[in-house]
Nanobody, 127 residues
């Protein structure tokens, strides 16, 4: 199983930016579908963005489309989430996740289809 470690969270004002990083213990390009999820207090974990193992993507939740950009380095040992124009409703713990499955787009939205998870990094958007 791949090990994942997130970093880059913090406190930012509305309209600000943060860049989250996810360090993977092995290459993910061509090997894993990688996703970003978030969980706010009292809410279920929700999909943010993903890149599929078989190629395709990144694709995004409607709530972050046009503001967030997911990318990874060539081998996929590092995965990033650039978050711009942050809003208070983006406040959550953000998780990086990986799946060995060849997921179709709709399946990649579901946290239950991912095998490996990082510990999460807190993002707080507040003035």
């Amino acid at each position: 199983q791949v090990q994942l470690v997130e970093s880059g969270g913090g406190l930012v004002q509305p309209g600000g930016s943060l860049r989250l990083s996810c360090a993977a213990s092995t290459r993910t390009t061509g090997t894993y579908t990688v996703g970003w999820f978030r969980q706010a207090p009292g809410k279920e974990r929700e999909f943010v963005a993903a890149i599929k193992r078989q190629g395709g993507g990144p694709f995004y939740a409607n709530s972050v489309k046009g503001r967030f950009t997911m990318s990874r380095d060539g081998a996929g040992n590092a995965v990033f989430l650039q978050m711009n124009n942050l809003k208070p409703e983006d406040t959550a713990v953000y998780y990086c996740a990986a799946s060995t499955g060849y997921l179709i787009t709709s399946s990649a939205w579901s946290p239950g289809n991912y095998d490996s998870w990082g510990q999460g990094t807190q993002v707080t958007v507040s003035s």
